[in-house]
């Protein structure tokens, strides 16, 4: 009898343990499904996912927070889903064809991957631009350079700390071709010069907590300059040009969708949205469109 | 110290207003690593049971695959199932191959952060069981076999002896996938409204910018995992009481 009493109070003990993890997994589906309700009431065919990968640095930078729902209104039948990775993850996420559409900024390797026949055609969509941006006691003095390239060989000559990127993506790319053109081969890991392997955003609290100079992107250096003690130091160069194209995937699943995306964004709605993007919080836009 | 008051007032804000961004990733949180530890426990509970009772050829390796398995990085986890989901994977080829057309897509979805989850979770639930298990005198096994009990009997009542052990293998799995981020990023996508989890949105947040926010969630988060692994311990108590 005790034996029996003891082995239903183990299993009760499982059952309600069972029962615990069920539950709030319950409570977890009901609370999820809830924003879904209201959709699907309004729309009657389910809209088809449109897997659009993109850089962080554009997700930081909160564009898409506008252009994907005036994307959405424009063509109810796709809803975009975003994942915002590095360029280089971004351009294997097509090749392995786990996107429909690509929006990144790294020119060259856009045309090695459309020419390798990973994706359709490559079109210009809009560009920002690059800035060096550093602690305002600038040690290296490199305030108000002109040229990137001997501003990179300024701020290593005078030994100050360097944050880069160090991964992937555009921005890493674009740091690259600047030391390139400084008669620098590619630098490798020193005291003085740090490869992050992070995100624009988390490389740009890097070089603030460290007081170094670094190369962002200016849509993501504005929105987080209110976090940062770091402030541009030389911008302007043609060099630091930074050209976004818009790349829709070879056999896509969504490959209608991709290119409605693409044609969408190359239109004078989508040119419109990115032109405006910024004005207000920041008195100028973050992007500049030129489509192709 | 007032970055952090204000990120716990903000949470409490955020909480208090039923903001249904907030609420939508804490449930999908919930429901991902909830699932996730339900199947983890269903499987790793038995298994964990049985590696522990039963002597057999190969157990010590058994035994130290699973200790290892307890530290697989999430982010290799998260790589070996975007792997295996993805449109150029192996899973898709076989689909494509013996059933013909295109696979449904399983990658950035909820089962494909599920699956990472439970990879993760498994080898948590099943080491701590196995040990909880493991320590359960022989002798009690044995009288109880002597006495007649059936297989199902002397696993019931070990499991019972074992009881908090197993509780907490339960506790550890969850610990495990509840805070995790590099698989459900990689796998998941961190799509907004579809598979970005608490962590994910941390992990955005911060990189936006937003450390207050950020900080909040953070706050939410270790909130929930209090909340649930005080339950699982008053579970455990209440069932103690039951016994006598």
Known sequence: MIDRLRESAAWRLIALTLVFVLAFTLVGCKKAEEPEEPAVEEEVVEPTALILASTTSTQDSGLFDVLIPAFEEAYPEYKVEVIAVGTGEALKLGENKDADVLLVHAKAKEETFVAAGFGTERRDVMYNDFVIVGPAADPAGIKGMTVAADAFMKIKTSGALFVSRGDDSGTYTKEISIWKASGETTPTATPT?????????????????QAAYTLSDRATFLKLEGTLQLE?????????????????????????????????????????????????????????GNPS | MEVFWKAIAEGTRLLAHGDPYTYGIIALSLRVSGISLLIASAIGIPAGYLIGSRRFRGRSLVTAVVNTGMGLPPVVVGLVVYMLVSRSGPLSQAWTSWLGGIMPRILYTVPAMILAQVIISLPLVVGVTLAAVGSVPMDLRLQARSLGASGWHEAALTIKEARRGVM????????????????????????????????????????KGNFGKALALGFILIGIAFLIMNGMTWLQQSGGRYER
């Open chain 1, 193 to 209: 010069y740090q490869l992050a392997g992070k995100g624009m955003g988390d490389v740009l609290k890097m070089a603030s907590e």
């Open chain 2, 168 to 207: 907490a293998a339960v506790a550890a799995g969850f610990g495990g996938i509840i805070s995790e981020v590099g698989a459900v990023s990689m796998v998941g996508g961190n799509i907004e409204g579809s598979t970005r989890v608490m962590t994910t949105a941390i992990v955005l947040e911060t990189n």
């Open chain 1, 232 to 288: 541009v130091l030389v911008e302007g160069d043609k060099a630091l040009f930074n050209q976004y194209g818009v790349i829709p995937v070879t056999d896509a699943t969504n490959a209608e969708g991709a290119q409605a995306f693409m044609d969408w964004i190359l239109s004078d709605e989508g040119q419109s949205i990115i032109n405006e993007y910024g004005v207000e919080e920041f008195g100028q836009p973050l992007f500049i």
